[in-house]
């Protein structure tokens, strides 16, 4: 019992050992027989003892190896420390005492500078201007990087970093007298010119100042200087042929005195020149409705003239036929008046006169077709132009509403067709109202004239009856009437 109470309290190392002895084959001969007395089972934990206490040991010893290795790495770390806390103090010390320094200098460099402060503040507002005036000078493509000196120069006065001296202000001076001469003069040199279309020609061109820079090649144009690229570029659009016809005059001469368009403004007003709109593009921007209303002009105009050459057409007729009262012809308005009287001989007078009436009233019906059709467009085309308007600013709000008021461009094809279809409306209207009461005033010449005749007519033919009443011997039938 006190064996297998023995055995039961063995801890699992030492029944695995006593495993593994029992199951490995002895050294010495094998016996018949194994002994589990109590002496075995002693022996056994003894020798389990033994082990565990040789394990417990060799891992105490590498417990107090790691330990003094992280005993040691602390020890180095705490060294690091101190010596950056060390190395610190030692710097914090250093940018004190140079701060000090700085300060002291900046004293003595004030107290050096003293009233040449507000020198440098001139030349620094002077460089500055400079820089904006170099740049956008055609003179630069002749003085390239004037712009670098004098924005480091204007850094140093601004800053007040260092004391300026002598050769920076004559440096200053040079570069300002040398742009004074260069505006001054007109030079021609071969240089790069980069076309709309990406390509770089090797052109003859002539700098007029600093107002205008000016090709023959491959055309007479004005060139235009590109202030980021610092570089000589084409125009995407140039001004009227006559500007450009006094650009290659200018460029054909070798002497005299020659009128040429110039800039002052260094291309700002060429621009706007150049972006001009023409006739055409002004009518495009009415839309529909300019056109309907140019198309309507176009009518008025046509049917005007040629109202106007019939009416003059009828009236020389008429003139003609007056001078021959007695022969009187149908292809003129008194011819046919004429022989309406004739026909109507043996009427009495008040059908007579109703007969003339009636073929006057034809005659001026003819002679006035279609004078109504300048009168309806000479009364529709100003209500045309207001459409237009409305219809403008319609599509103003509508670009408002989208983009807002921040970009005028967004507005502008709204506001030109609102303005565009009202001039071209009061285009129309004012020369149709003018070319009717031409047509009209002749119209009511010749119509007048026929009125004229028939009162006459009928004067004569009250006359004859007032005779024929009196004497009972004249023959209707004979009766010639005396034309005045």
Known sequence: MLALALAMAMPPSWAQARDNQSASPPETEPTATTDYGLASVLEAVRQANARSKEALAAREARYREKLQQANARLAAVKQRLTDTEAEGARLEARFDSNERALDEKTALLENKIGALKELFGVF???????????????????????????????????????????TDIQTLWFELLREIHARGEIVRWNAPVHASDGRVLESEVVRVGGFNVMTAEPSPQYLQWDLGEQQLVTMPRTPDAGHLDAVGNYLASTGGLHALSVDPTGGVLLGLLAQKPTTGERVDQGGVVGYMIIAMGLVAFVLAVGKYIDIA??????????????????????????????????????????????????????????????????SVAPLMGLLGTVVGMINTF??????????????????????????LGLVVAVPAVLLNALVNARSDRVITLLRQQMALLLGDRLEAESRDTSSHDVDVSDHAPAYR
């Not at 007078?349 to 034809?362: F, I, M, N, P, T």
């Not at 509508?398 to 001039?423: E, F, K, N, R, W």
Request: aromatic share 6%.
């Open 313 to 378: 057409r009828i009236s020389a007729r008429v003139a003609e036929q007056k001078r021959r009262m007695d022969e009187p012809c149908a292809d003129n308005s008194l011819g046919r008046l004429l022989q309406t009287y004739r026909e109507s001989a043996h009427v009495d007078a008040e059908s007579l006169q109703l007969r003339l009436h009636d073929c006057v009233a034809k005659e001026s019906d003819r002679i006035q077709r279609f004078t109504v059709f300048l009168v309806m467009i000479a």
């Open 398 to 423: 509508q670009a408002i509403t989208l983009y807002g008021t921040g970009d005028p461009q967004t507005m502008a094809g709204g506001i030109s067709q609102a303005l565009i279809t009202t001039v």
């Open 124 to 166: 620094q507002q002077t460089a500055s201007d400079l820089i904006g005036a170099f740049v956008a000078s055609p003179t630069s493509v002749h003085y390239p990087d004037r712009d670098v000196w004098l924005e480091a120069f204007a850094n140093r006065m601004k800053n007040a970093s260092e004391v300026t001296s002598t």
